[in-house]
């Protein structure tokens, strides 16, 4: 009885026609270009934004007319890349800049509180 209950259970079924398989549309190589070319330009617009701040000084004129007037030559806050250039450009200001820096920053050998006359008398 089980059986003949199941069987007609089923007969109320009708099978559907099978629909055609959708197959993905692959992805063409213009558009894989197009991808990389955004991706590309995407990271190097994010380099550029981290570096802007260290390029800022290189754009500045009057920072660059200031080390070269001698009077200048106390601006401490020039990049390497305004060193660079100062130093392939003019190489006498360079030199002079990197003697009146290291005059500044490093301990100074003359005098009565010279780190030679610290060091000799321990």
């Known amino acids: 009885m089980d059986d003949e209950n ?3 259970y ?3 079924f009708r099978p559907r026609p ?6 993905p549309r692959r992805i063409e190589t213009a558009q894989l270009w197009l991808v990389a070319a955004a991706a590309t330009i995407f990271v190097g617009g994010v380099a550029l934004w ?12 009057p ?13 401490s806050n020039l990049n390497a ?13 360079f030199e002079a800049f990197l003697v009146d820096k290291s005059r500044r920053v490093l301990p100074s050998f003359q005098g009565e509180n010279s780190a030679l006359r ?3 008398k321990e």
């Not at 099978?18 to 197959?23: A, C, F, K, S």
């Not at 890349?81 to 006498?92: C, F, H, K, P, S």
């Open 63 to 75: 920072a660059m007319q200031q080390v070269r007037s001698g009077t200048g030559l106390r601006q």
């Open 118 to 120: 610290v060091l000799t």
């Open 81 to 93: 890349i305004a060193l660079t250039r100062l130093a392939l450009e003019d190489e006498a200001h």
């Open 10 to 12: 089923l007969g109320e």
């Open 50 to 61: 981290y570096l802007l701040p260290e390029t800022r000084g290189t754009m500045d004129a």
């Open 6 to 8: 199941l069987e007609r």
């Open 18 to 23: 099978v629909r055609p398989l959708e197959i």
